[in-house]
């Protein structure tokens, strides 16, 4: 079965310095991937998503994500973090061996972001 | 256009009670999921419903339960609620495959 593991539960990073949150994924089969954000006390909206096609991923809020098929990664990055930055991340596979699709999400990685 | 709501935003239950939450997906969607994060994890797929028939369920006991509407809303019920049922309830709505999109969820406290 598809799954993801999201390295560091954590990352301090100060304002305007490089976010890099981490995310390796296991599959069979080639993956769909994701990584959402969620903000306190909100529901999860859709970063970027991987689907196959190019290898750099670019999304909202000027994150993007690189998919590394050798390396089974796909961790998301911005140059340049922002105090709105400050949230959890949660990086998720489409899991369709089972005829239909359900998202695996990671165990998440809470950003703080630091003045 | 609307994204997808869910109600209620909070809930306070007593063990070995029954709830029942509800979702409305985006216009147009025809696809619910459902999915429970407990605190500190992430999300944990539930069940997901397409036209009103089940396509798939996760590994929850009998005690969950759910349904799709003709207007493709969706309720989740859990019965005889232990403390471990208390999360965060999210519900997904998709029109094409992979891409679901989230609603702002229903926090569950189960005493």
């Known amino acids: 079965a598809q799954s993801v593991t999201q390295l560091g539960s954590h990352v301090s990073v100060s304002e305007g310095a490089l976010v890099l949150l981490r995310c390796n994924y296991s599959?069979?089969?080639?993956?769909?991937l994701f990584w959402y954000v969620q903000y306190p006390n909100q529901g999860l909206q859709l970063l970027l998503k991987?689907?196959?096609?190019?290898?750099l991923v670019k999304g909202i809020n000027g994150f993007e994500a690189e998919f590394k098929k050798s390396e089974t990664s796909f961790h998301l990055t911005k140059p340049s973090a922002h105090m709105s930055d400050a949230a959890e991340y949660f990086c998720?596979?489409?899991?369709?061996?089972?005829?239909?699709?359900?998202?695996?999400f990671g165990t998440g990685t809470r950003l703080l972001v630091s003045p | 256009d609307a994204g997808v709501t869910q109600s209620p935003t909070h809930l306070i239950k007593t063990r070995g009670q029954q709830v029942t939450l509800r979702c409305s997906p985006i216009s147009g969607h025809k696809s619910v999921s459902w999915y429970q994060q407990v605190l500190g994890q992430g999300p944990q797929f539930i069940f997901q419903y397409y036209e009103k028939e089940e396509r798939g369920r996760g590994n929850f006991p009998d005690r969950f339960s759910a349904r799709q509407f003709p207007n493709y809303s969706s309720e989740l019920n859990v019965n005889a609620l232990l403390l471990g049922d208390s999360a965060l309830y999210l519900c997904a709505s998709s029109l094409r495959a992979n891409e679901q999109f989230f609603g702002p969820g229903t926090r569950l406290t189960v005493l």
């Open positions: 991987y689907t196959s096609a190019a290898t």
């Open positions: 998720a596979v489409s899991d369709t061996n089972t005829g239909f699709q359900k998202l695996v």
């Open positions: 599959s069979s089969v080639p993956p769909y």
